[in-house]
C-alpha cells in the first residue's frame, strides 16, 4: 500500500525525492528486496533532474543498501 502511495504522489510530483527513497527504504527493510530498491534508485535517478534531489537519493541509496554491498 505504501508503495502505491508513493506512485500516486510522483504522478503529480515527479520531483519528489522522498518518494524515491521512502521506496527503497520499504523494498530493503520491509521487503528484504534489495534489486527493487536498486531499480528504484536507477528510476529516481533517470526521473529526477535537480541536482540537489539526485545528491540525497545517491546519499540515501549508500545508507539504506550499505548491509547488502
Known amino acids: 500500500e505504501a508503495l502505491a502511495e508513493y506512485e ?27 534489486v527493487l530498491a536498486e ?8 526521473e529526477l533532474t535537480d541536482r540537489d534531489a539526485l545528491e540525497q537519493l545517491r546519499q540515501a541509496h549508500e545508507e539504506i543498501l550499505r548491509d547488502f554491498r
Open 39 to 46: 531499480g528504484f534508485y536507477r528510476r529516481g535517478c533517470e
Open 8 to 34: 500516486r504522489v510522483l504522478l503529480e510530483h515527479p520531483d519528489e525525492v522522498r518518494c524515491f527513497v521512502g521506496m527503497m527504504d520499504i523494498a530493503v527493510r520491509d521487503l528484504h528486496d534489495p
